[in-house]
C-alpha cells in the first residue's frame, strides 16, 4: 500500500524559505522509472505543477519557479524534500506531495499525500 | 508551454444523467492526458490515464477518450458521490515544457 504525507511550516513570513518534507512508504526511490512529484493548489484555484524527481536523480521544475525550487531525496529515509526561496502571500497554497509512474507510456500521479495548507503571511 | 483548456467551468446534473467534460491542449500530445477527480478539501484523485485507460477500482461509468489536442472524460449515470470537481493534466513533459493541470470543471447537482 503507497502512501505519502507531507509535513512543514503551516506558515511562513514573506522573503523566508519553506521547506517541506514528503515521507512515503509503499514504494521504493531506486526503483526504475519511479518518481515523486509536488503539485501545489491556492484556495479555490487549480492545480500548478511543481517539480519532480526521478529513482535516478533526475530533476524538473517549472520553469516559471525554477530559480526558487530545490528538490531532493533521501531513499534511506523514503524522504523528498521541497524547497522554496523568496515565499510570497501569492505562494499561499496547499502543497501536495505524489507518487509518480513513469514506467511505460505517459506518465501520471496515482497515489497523492493529503496536502497540507501553507500561509505566507507577516 | 503547453496550455490545456477545459469546459465547462461548471455544469448542473442530475444523478443518472451523462456528463461530458472536454479538454483542448494548444499543441499534439498524443495521449499524455489524465483526468482527476477532487472533492472539497481532499487529494485529487486519478481516475483516467493515458486519455482512456482506466485506473484500478475506479467504476466503470468513467471513461477517457481522445488524441493529439482534443480530449474527454464521460461520466455515464452519475451518481451522488461523483458530484466533485474535474481536472484534466497533459502530462507531456519536456526540458522546458511543465505539465499543466486544466482550469477544473465543477459538477453540481441539479
Known amino acids: 500500500q503507497i502512501t505519502l504525507e507531507e509535513s512543514g511550516p503551516t506558515l511562513v513570513k514573506p522573503t523566508q524559505t519553506l521547506t517541506l518534507t514528503c515521507t512515503f512508504s509503499?514504494?521504493?526511490?531506486?526503483?526504475?522509472?519511479?518518481?515523486v512529484g509536488w503539485i501545489r493548489q491556492p484556495p479555490t484555484k487549480t492545480l500548478e505543477w511543481l517539480a519532480l524527481?526521478?529513482?535516478?536523480?533526475?530533476?524538473r521544475y517549472s520553469p516559471s519557479l525554477r530559480s526558487r525550487l530545490t528538490v531532493t531525496k533521501d531513499t534511506s529515509k523514503n524522504q523528498v524534500v521541497l524547497t522554496m526561496t523568496h515565499m510570497d502571500p501569492a505562494d499561499t497554497a496547499t502543497y501536495f506531495c505524489a507518487h509518480r509512474h513513469s514506467v511505460r507510456g505517459p506518465p501520471y500521479f496515482d497515489y497523492w499525500g493529503q496536502g497540507m495548507l501553507v500561509t505566507v503571511s507577516s | 508551454d503547453i496550455q490545456v483548456s477545459q469546459s465547462p467551468s461548471s455544469l448542473s446534473a442530475s444523478v443518472g444523467d451523462r456528463v461530458t467534460i472536454t479538454c483542448r491542449a494548444s499543441?499534439?500530445?498524443?495521449?499524455?492526458v489524465n483526468w482527476y477527480q477532487q472533492k472539497l478539501g481532499k487529494a485529487p484523485r486519478l481516475l483516467i490515464y493515458a486519455a482512456s485507460t482506466l485506473q484500478g477500482g475506479v467504476p466503470s461509468r468513467f471513461s477517457g477518450s481522445g488524441y493529439g489536442t482534443d480530449f474527454t472524460l464521460t461520466i455515464n449515470s452519475l451518481q451522488p458521490e461523483d458530484f466533485a470537481t474535474y481536472y484534466c493534466q497533459q502530462s507531456y513533459i519536456t526540458e522546458n515544457t511543465p505539465e499543466s493541470f486544466g482550469q477544473g470543471t465543477r459538477v453540481e447537482i441539479k
Open positions: 524527481i526521478y529513482w535516478d536523480d533526475d530533476k
Open positions: 509503499g514504494f521504493s526511490l531506486t526503483t526504475p522509472g519511479v518518481g
Open positions: 499543441q499534439s500530445i498524443a495521449n499524455y
